[in-house]
């Protein structure tokens, strides 16, 4: 089992950053490919970014690419999704997700371990 936990979210106006944090406990999470998802309030959960197990590999979907960077750090146990140039459209439950595939993955069926989200809120 592993347990994620994010941190970071909060309120900052369009054009500011944030980093998000996702911290795992339980087992390590160096094996697992994490991604980012977030849902928007009356929208499905979307897929936002992904990192391979040994942090070689990472993947955006098309409206973050340039603004947002996925990065871990196996050793503390913790992937980061550094968000730039904020939009009021990015606001929505960011949450983090473990898989043991070995691809890239957007599908959320194919993540085994969610955290609970955090809240990012960017204003005009």
Do not use: H
Not at 69 to 86: H, P
Not at 104 to 110: C, F, N, Q
């Amino acid at each position: 089992q592993v347990q994620l936990v994010e941190s970071g979210g909060g309120l900052v106006q369009a054009g500011g950053s944030l980093r998000l944090s996702c911290a795992a406990s339980g087992r390590t999470l160096s094996t697992y490919s994490v991604g980012w998802f977030r849902q928007a309030p009356g929208k499905e959960r979307e897929f936002v970014a992904f990192i391979s197990w040994s942090g070689v590999t990472t993947y955006y979907t098309d409206s973050v690419k340039g603004r947002f960077t996925i990065s871990r750090d196996n050793a503390k146990n913790t992937v980061y999704l550094q968000m730039n140039s904020l939009k009021l459209e990015d606001t929505a439950v960011y949450s983090c997700a473990a898989s043991v595939v070995a691809y890239i993955s957007t599908k959320r069926g194919e993540y085994d371990y969610w955290g609970q989200g955090t809240q990012v809120t960017v204003s005009s």
